[in-house]
C-alpha cells in the first residue's frame, strides 16, 4: 500500500516543495546554529544565495566531526529544554553524536517510518516484533512509532536472549520481524537449533531490516529461512534516525522522502556532486528538523540514484543498496576492497555458513588477509579432501571477483562471535599498529 500521496508526485512538485522547504531550512539553520553561520561566512555565502536546487552544491558539507567538536548540544538550534526526546549514535571511538526531537521533529520522523514500512508490505493487519535494541539506538523507537501510526501491533521485545526471541515470534503468531539483517539470519540458526523450520513453523512474513549493509545474496537467505519477503530501510541518527529511505517489494532500490530529504551523491576525495546514476558518497539535506537543522551530511555511504518512477507506483528518488561506507574500503596491498564483496562471494558458495571475520594485518611489510568461516556442516571438518576443496573454491572466487587471495580457515559452526546488533565483521589489526 502506498501510504502518502506525497510518494507519487511528478518530479516537478517534488521539486518545487523541496526548494520551498530548502529555502526555509537554510535560513532557520544560519539563524539559529553558530557553526553553520560560520561555515557560510568562510564559504562567503549568504542564505539568499540559495534560489535553486542546483544552488545547493555551494552550501559546506556537515560531518560527523562537526556533531563530534559540538558535542552534546552545540549543533541545536533551541534549547534543549523545548526538546521531547534525545537519541545518540553509538559512536566506537570518541563523543557520540547527539542529537534531539521537537514535537514536529518526531511527527515527520513517525509518517516517514509509515511510509516505509507500508511499502515494505506490512499493513494494520500485522505483528510485529522489534528486536532491535531500545534505548539510544534510533532504530527500535523510530520503527516502533511508524508502525503504530500504521495500526500495526508492537511487540517490543528489544534485542538479547535469542531462543526467547523465536518463543515469542511462535507464540504469538508475529508477522513482522525487525532486527539488523545479521541478527535476523542469525535467528534462524537459533530458531533451527531449537527444532523449529522458521519458514514453515512459524508465521514471520515480513523482515523490515537496516542498521547496516546487506547484500542480494543475504537478502537470498532471509527470504528461504524465514519464508518471508525481506527489505532493508536506511537512515542514520544524524539525520532523524531510520526513515530516510526504504525498499518496496519490487526490490529496486530504497525510495526517499524526497519531500523531507534531499539527497546528492558527490566523489568522496572532491566533493564534486556525481550525475545520477554514478556510485559515490550520498550526502542528505533534511528539511523539516527544527530541533537539530543539518545541511549537506556527508553520510560516508557509497550508493548511486535513480529518479525514474518505479514499477510499484511510487515516484520518489530510490538509491541503490549501499555498497560500502567511503571510509570502511580496505586496501589490501594496494587493491580496494569492501566487506561487501567478500559477502557476497561467501554466500554464493554452498557449505558455508553466512558468519564470517576479515581479519587483515601485516606479516612484514605485506598486508595480509585471512577469511574465518563457518562451515554448516561440522563433519566436513573431519575430511581432509573436501575441506581443502572448499578452501580453494573459496579462494577461487575470491581471487575472481578481489583480485587477491586472502587465506582462508574453515571453522566449527558457531564458533564466531555473534552481535546482537551490528555484525562486526573486520578486524584490522594495522590500524592497531600505526597507531
Ligand atoms: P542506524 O540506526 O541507522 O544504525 P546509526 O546512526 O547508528 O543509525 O548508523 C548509521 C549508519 O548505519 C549509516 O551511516 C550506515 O553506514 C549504516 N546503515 C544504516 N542502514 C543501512 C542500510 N540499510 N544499509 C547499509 N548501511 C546502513
Ligand atoms: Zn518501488
Same mark, same amino acid.
Given at each position: &500500500? ?21 529555502? *526555509?531550512t537554510v535560513k532557520y539553520a544560519y539563524k539559529k546554529v553558530p557553526l553553520y553561520r560560520k561555515k557560510f561566512h568562510d564559504a562567503?555565502l549568504?542564505p ?7 544552488? %545547493?552544491?555551494?552550501i559546506p558539507f556537515t560531518t560527523k566531526e562537526d556533531f563530534r567538536n559540538n558535542y552534546p548540544f552545540g549543533m541545536f538550534a533551541i534549547p534543549k529544554e523545548k526538546c521531547v526526546r534525545f537519541h545518540a549514535s553509538s559512536g566506537t571511538t570518541g563523543n557520540p553524536t547527539v542529537v534531539g526531537y521537537t514535537?514536529?521533529d ?6 516517514? &517510518? /509509515? ?6 508490505? =506490512? ?13 539510544l539506538f534510533t +532504530? ?32 504469538? +503468531? ?35 531490516? +537496516? ?9 537470498? *537467505?532471509? !527470504? ?11 537512515g542514520m541518527t544524524e539525520l532523524i534516525g ?6 518496496? %517489494? ?21 566533493g ?7 556510485? +559515490?558518497? $550520498?550526502v542528505i539535506t533534511p528539511?523539516f528538523k527544527e530541533a537539530v537543522p543539518v545541511l549537506r551530511y556527508r553520510t560516508r ?15 520518489? &528518488? ?7 561506507? /567511503?571510509d ?7 587493491? !580496494? ?28 611489510? %605485506? ?5 574465518? =568461516?563457518? =562451515?554448516?556442516?561440522? !563433519? $566436513? ?13 573459496? *579462494? ?13 580457515? %574453515? =571453522? ?11 555484525? *562486526?565483521?573486520?578486524?584490522? &589489526? ?6
Open positions: &500500500m502506498i501510504w502518502s500521496t506525497k510518494e507519487t508526485l511528478d518530479r516537478e512538485q517534488i521539486q518545487r516543495i523541496q526548494l520551498k522547504r530548502l529555502k *526555509k562567503g549568504d539568499r544565495d540559495i534560489q535553486s536546487l542546483d544552488d %545547493l552544491k555551494k514535537r514536529h518526531l511527527e515527520v520522523w513517525t509518517e516517514c &517510518m /509509515a511510509r516505509l514500512i507500508s511499502a515494505a508490505g =506490512v499493513t494494520d493487519r500485522d505483528t510485529a516484533q522489534i528486536s532491535f535494541g531500545y534505548g +532504530g527500535a523507537l523510530g520503527l516502533h512509532q511508524g508502525l503504530q501510526r500504521i495500526g500495526a501491533g508492537v511487540v517490543p521485545l528489544s534485542s538479547g536472549n535469542s531462543k526467547r526471541q523465536i518463543k515469542m515470534l511462535k507464540d504469538f +503468531g508475529t508477522t513482522t520481524l525487525i532486527a539488523t539483517p545479521s541478527y535476523a539470519l542469525h535467528l534462524v540458526e537459533v530458531a533451527r537449533a531449537m527444532g523449529i523450520n522458521p519458514a514453515e513453523e512459524l508465521n514471520v512474513r515480513h523482515g523490515l531490516f +537496516g542498521g547496516e549493509g546487506s547484500t542480494e545474496a543475504m537478502r537470498t *537467505k532471509l !527470504n528461504e529461512g524465514w519464508g518471508m519477503q525481506a527489505t532493508e530501510n536506511y531510520p526513515s530516510v529511505s526504504g525498499e518496496c %517489494l519490487e526490490y529496486k532500490g530504497m525510495h526517499i522522502c524526497e519531500d523531507y530529504f534531499i539527497a546528492e551523491v558527490i566523489n568522496p576525495e572532491t564534486e556532486v556525481l550525475p545520477e546514476g554514478e556510485y +559515490g558518497e $550520498l528539511l555511504d557509497i550508493t548511486a540514484l535513480d529518479s525514474k518512477p518505479c514499477t510499484c507506483g511510487r515516484t520518489t &528518488m530510490r538509491m541503490a543498496k549501499i555498497t560500502g561506507r /567511503a570502511d574500503m580496505l586496501i589490501i596491498s594496494g587493491v !580496494n576492497v569492501f566487506p561487501s564483496q567478500i559477502e557476497e562471494v561467501l554466500l554464493s558458495i554452498d557449505g558455508i555458513g553466512s558468519n564470517y571475520m576479515i581479519n587483515v594485518d601485516k606479516k612484514g611489510y %605485506l598486508d595480509k588477509m585471512d577469511i574465518d =568461516v563457518e =562451515v554448516i556442516d561440522s !563433519n $566436513l571438518l573431519d575430511s581432509v579432501s573436501s575441506l581443502e576443496n572448499l578452501q580453494n573454491t573459496i *579462494k577461487n572466487q575470491m581471487h575472481a571477483v578481489l583480485g587477491i587471495h586472502p587465506g582462508i580457515h %574453515l =571453522v566449527e559452526p558457531f564458533s564466531l562471535k555473534r552481535s546482537e546488533g551490528k555484525a *562486526k565483521r573486520v578486524n584490522d &589489526m594495522r590500524k592497531l599498529k600505526e597507531d
